[in-house]
């Protein structure tokens, strides 16, 4: 009898969900934080750098340990590590320091959310499915709709029961991720690369530049997404001054709807659309839309820009690994963990050079974001180098 994978599909789908609860409920608790526990903002700002260290470290050492202790181990650990930490920002802060007990709870969870990043993405294409690239982008869809859900429910929640209340919300959260670990420790989860094969070593995918050529799209994806994701807000207060929730509303979160919004679509025709081409059409348009948001003297216009910079990043990092899982059959877990760590690296460099930028500037935030257009410019370069090479290989084939 042949093994049902759609619980495993399932299954990965909220592991996504999992990743967003624990990436984007504390930073909704900042203010908070700042004003229960008089902790300085110098500090709250700390705990983003760690939760993205830590996640960055495990990407590293992902390559390493996973294949070694297995899948179902490893992932059902990550959800672990996400429900450990989510209940031990409830407590740790009134047992010690309370800086201390938020931070080593981040560190607890950024754990969990770093393997997750790793893991969910091999686990879903190892996966018996019709269409793997639909499969990816559908997949990927579900942190988007995580990040909107955590936003929504949780400033509902903070309405109507009060902010004081967060630790209530805290341990509702941790459920999911309790329930999910428990569902993948009976799912039925196929090997990610063929048994009379072997997966390629961090040492073979440093010497083959179709992998290098891979990183650096991965890396152009974080940053072509997160170099807007993260100022949007900022945008919205700045350009249209409005309050920071409606600003949250009409910035991040009307990019996250789009990215999302994206993904989904492709994930139910991408069947009927040539990945390449969409993927090279989706970064001209992020270029355009780089350009709408940076140089056209219409606030209103630039939200637009925000929100189609969110359309057409979409598809950008699962239709690069499912790119890589098709031209790299054997990269195996170590491809995986790299990609992931690039795609990081990318998520982390894209802001910074949009900070850095806007500083050389006198804070003009415009500047910064257009200084960032270099991310999908290299993106949609990336793809239109990759496809030559395809046909070059096809007409030295024949």
Partial sequence: MKPNYQKTITACFCGYIVQAIVNNYAPLLFVTFQDTYDIPLSQITLLVTINFCVQLLVDMLSAKFVDKIGYRVSIVAAHVFSAAGLLLLIV??????????????VIVYAIGGGIIEVLISPIMESCPTDNKEKAMSLLHSFYCWGHVGVVLLSTLFFRVAGIENWRILAA?????????????????????????????????LF????????????????????????????????????????????????????????????????????????????GLLCVAAYLLTALVPVPAINLLGCALVGLSVGIMWPGTLSKAAKTMRTGGTAMFALLALAGDLGCSG????????????????????????????????????????????KHGAA
């Avoid at 740790?92 to 709870?105: A, N, R, T």
């Avoid at 600003?247 to 789009?258: I, K, Q, S, T, Y």
Wanted: net charge positive; glycine share 10%.
């Fill in 92 to 105: 740790l802060p009134e047992l010690i320091d309370p800086f201390v007990g938020i931070l080593l709870s």
């Fill in 172 to 204: 509702a959260w941790a459920i999911i991720p309790i329930v999910n670990g428990i569902i993948f420790c009976k799912t039925p989860i196929a090997p990610l690369v063929a048994k009379d094969e072997q997966g390629m070593k961090i040492g073979e």
């Fill in 207 to 282: 010497k083959n530049k179709t992998f290098w050529l891979l990183f650096l799209m991965m890396l152009c994806s974080g940053a072509s997404e997160q170099s807007v994701s993260q100022w949007a807000s900022a945008f919205a207060e700045q350009g249209l001054g409005v309050s920071k929730t409606i600003g949250d509303l009409a910035g991040p979160m009307a990019f996250a709807v789009m990215m999302g919004l994206s993904r989904a679509v492709y994930g139910k025709v991408g069947d009927k659309i040539h990945l390449e081409r969409f993927m090279t059409a989706s």
């Fill in 350 to 393: 894209g802001p910074s050079v949009v900070g850095m930028a806007s500083n050389l500037a006198d804070g003009n935030m415009k500047t910064g974001i257009l200084t960032a257009v270099i991310f999908p410019l290299v993106m949609t370069l990336c793809l239109l180098v990759g496809r030559k090479k395809k046909q070059e290989n």
